[in-house]
């Protein structure tokens, strides 16, 4: 296998003529560059030079190394150069995928601080649910994966890096003018025979479970992924829901107000990524600031109560 440093003694020799000339402006001895370019014939299979005398001759093979060495140097150069840079968080890119309401609260305020800091970092997203941006994550279609799941036992993310963010509490909707419009909690019976609106599958399977657990199934009216929506859904009085917090913080509930639930409904939401790709500076400082983003999004939720 040819290596990059015979490279470089090789072209030294060719632009010098000996060997000494070449051990001087290579900073080495003699007998180094000599064991150097023995090396390389034997990597190479072939002769690549021809000493008469005092003067040095290159082979025809030694004639077309050379005249590719300059351009493998250069393209060594320059990979040693751009790793160095994404090393040092001068570049790099990171492919996030996230889940419609982490995309509107927590991804934009720690994409920001990202580029303020790592300016030369870029990051694409896409939007995906889980388990369908998991799959991606472990597919190879994305860095790191905003994802979420209700209860944190299971082994569904083993495999992977998981870094905790926050715990969101499914709220209720219910539309103006509906009989527990003032209520400040309902439990989650007190609605058994009102129209739901559902959100995404995996809400919507939670719900189910959460009601048959208090004795009856939720007739779902209106199903819907889009959080604004099922928002307008309710707040024309075609029904009740339960939204994430994060998603009614991104939208403005108009005709329609939140309620506490119970028994607590919560989803944990985390991001996740492979174990190699932790170790990544560009995919961990993203890690960071979505960390960071949490807490000030639970430090300004609980202000605003």
């Known amino acids: 296998m040819i290596e990059a440093r015979h490279l470089r003694v ?7 003529g000996s060997f000494s000339a070449a051990a001087r402006e290579l900073g080495c001895t003699q007998p180094a560059v000599s ?3 023995k090396a390389l014939e034997a990597s190479a299979g072939t002769t690549l030079l021809i000493r008469t005398g005092r003067e040095m001759r290159l082979t025809q093979a030694g004639q ?23 090393a040092g968080l001068r570049a790099g890119r990171v492919r996030l995928v996230s889940f419609p309401s982490g995309s509107s609260t927590l991804v934009p305020g720690a994409l920001a601080a990202l580029r303020e800091a790592h300016p030369g970092t870029r990051v694409s997203l896409v939007e995906a649910e889980p388990p369908r941006s998991v799959e991606m994550l472990r597919e190879g279609d ?19 890096v998981v870094r905790p963010l926050l715990t969101d509490r499914l709220i209720g909707l219910v539309p103006e003018g509906h009989r527990l419009w003032g209520s400040a909690a309902v439990g989650i019976a007190d609605l058994a025979g009102e129209s739901w609106i559902a959100g995404c599958p995996r809400c919507r399977r939670q719900l189910v479970e959460v009601c048959e657990e208090s004795g009856f199934t939720p007739r779902i009216d209106f199903a819907t992924d889009d959080y604004p929506a099922v928002v307008g859904l309710v707040g024309a009085g075609l029904g009740v829901a339960v939204l994430p917090e994060l998603a009614i913080e991104s939208v403005r509930p108009k005709g329609a107000r939140t309620v506490t639930v119970e028994p607590a409904i919560e ?12 170790q990544v500076p560009a995919v961990a400082a993203t890690l960071d600031r979505l960390s960071l983003a949490a ?11």
């Open 10 to 16: 090789l072209r030294a020799v060719a632009t010098t």
């Open 142 to 160: 994305c860095d790191i994966a905003l994802a979420f799941r209700y209860g944190a036992s299971g082994t569904e993310w083993d495999d992977l």
């Open 64 to 86: 077309a190394l050379v005249r590719h060495a300059s351009g493998i140097l250069a393209g060594l150069t320059a990979a040693e150069e751009e790793v160095a840079a994404i």
């Open 35 to 37: 064991q150097q370019m």
């Open 295 to 305: 807490t000030l999004d639970r430090l300004s939720l609980a202000a605003a109560r």
């Open 267 to 278: 989803r944990e939401i985390v991001a996740l990524t492979l174990p190699d790709l932790a």
